[in-house]
């Protein structure tokens, strides 16, 4: 029989969020049932469908996203409620041997709990590194950041497998959350690179400016889109009004985003498309001249790879972000980095410079691709998800993996 899975998602309903979707199908093309569980959201409001083989069930969610400590609570509190309801439905139709939980919230865990005493394994598949992520938002140690710690270290404690997305991360598994590094497998969240690629440019979506400079991502706080605002700003006084910057993608911080660029009066240079369909998504990245990646200068995103990074790098972009050590770590020479110090003038300057620079960024694009199709692309993870789930499955011992990589693994 096929080893059965459920996992579990809160933050994005699948299969929108493409890391979730791309291990979701690795696992099932690999011969695992696989079930999804995550939140309804707007152009996601089925509650039980089939995509390729994997069910999917969404939950109820508030209507409001959370952008508080206690918005968060009430949403996570929700969201936590149908997990459990929802689970065992799913248990007693469906079965599973693993659960997935897939952070933020490092609340899932709950969930396992009673399943592990039936002999259910869990796998704690790390996206974010939340005391860290706490810190960005409110940058206060109080009761809401000792509790994201506490969340992190039961998590870590009962997992039986952790997935990290680099080794930043990994690190962290094995020091603060004291996991075996055995057990602690780096799947990387590439693109998919046969669906992730470039089409046709449209110059409609310059606005009838010379160049355009994109960006793809969750609106919220650490993402530093506040940062590429006053960046906008600093380019118009210097007097340069033919670039125009897109930004794609829905989040908390996206109405707010919205006034700022009325209140700086950028209307005529900036625009927040909200979330957008994926064909669009790929058009207006492939028309850019630039990406970039403001995500500001804190110790989240010096340990966190981005996929937008990855992203742009796939579809032959140079990027322009802060010199963070994950972001270095992904891009190399296909990017350059902007001082963390002299954020907003250095960023812009160097931005300027690729603008005006054609060469320079046709070769950094080349640079950057190449660099997804021999490292980074998701084809090079789907090894190292499948070796997690046969050592969560008894499938590989500890002993086995002193002496063995991970690609003799992947084809046991």
Sequence with gaps: MKPKILIIVENLPVPFDTRVWKEACALY???YDVTVLCPRAKNYECGREVID????YRHPMPKAEGNSPLGYLREYGCALFWEFIYAWWIYFQRGFQIIQGCNPPDNIFLVALLFKLLGVKYIFDQHDANPELYLSKYEKRGFFYKLQCWLEA?????????IATNNSYKQIAIMRGRRDSARVFVVRNGPDLSTFKPVPSNPALKYGKRWLVAYVGTMSVQEGLDILLEIALYIKILGHRDIHFSCIGGGPGLPALRRMVQEKQLDDMVNFTGRVPFEQLLETLSTADICVNPDKPCEMNEISTMI?????MALSKPIVQFDLKEGR???GEASLYADKTNQVPDFAAKLLWLLQNPLERERMGAIGRNRVERELAWEYSVGKLLAAYRMALGEVSIDSMSTSTISDIARL
Aim: aromatic share 8%.
């Design 308 to 312: 937008k990074t990855m992203e742009y």
């Design 154 to 162: 039961l998590t870590y404690r009962s997992s039986d497998v952790v």
């Design 53 to 56: 083989g994997i069910h999917i």
């Design 29 to 31: 093309r690999n011969g």
């Design 329 to 331: 770590a992904s891009a």
